[in-house]
């Protein structure tokens, strides 16, 4: 009985680790002829602004690995106060949901022995709140300002405190995996 009840928590967990990539870009457009970049400020957009990951700190990871993984995709930084070619703006969006899970015991059981017989059944519903963080990074054509790159990463946040390196760690990762879809193939 343990087992049933733990298989639908231990699926939820495993589901909490993976990282949902999404990639979307303009077909139409040459991305070869991209070479360098710049910020389309604000540079960070947050959703909520919540204080617990706005901050100044968090900023600095953000542009710190947004800039390294550019920079080794060949894009280089404009110079300050000249326009790359591309515009780049990153968004941090934090969603609160809520999963329910239900397990059921009991009921009807078949021996080939003793033939059928039941005992009482009963279904249990457990409702789980968790966060959702997404970091997704959006790539403007500097002349016309439209959209021609976006990727995404959403993942489950566990709770508890970040330190420092951890959360540099993590913001990094995840820089990583969502410029992995850039340039378009």
Known sequence: MRTRLLL???LLLAACQTVHLERDFDPERNFSAYQSWSWQEPALQYRPADPRLKSDLTEQRVRSAVADQLDQRGLRQ????????????????VDQRQEQ????????????????????GYGETRTYDYRVGTLQIDFLDARDGKLVWRG???Q????GPYNPTERTRMIRETVVKVLSQYPPS
Do not use: E, F, H
């Open 8 to 10: 639908p928590l231990l």
């Open 78 to 93: 404009a110079p300050s106060g000249k326009p790359g070619d591309l515009k780049v703006q990153v968004w941090l969006i």
């Open 101 to 120: 899970v239900t397990t059921y015991s009991g009921g009807y059981w078949n021996n080939p022995w003793y033939g059928y017989w039941s005992g009482p």
């Open 152 to 154: 995404s990463a959403q």
């Open 156 to 159: 489950t946040l566990r709770d």
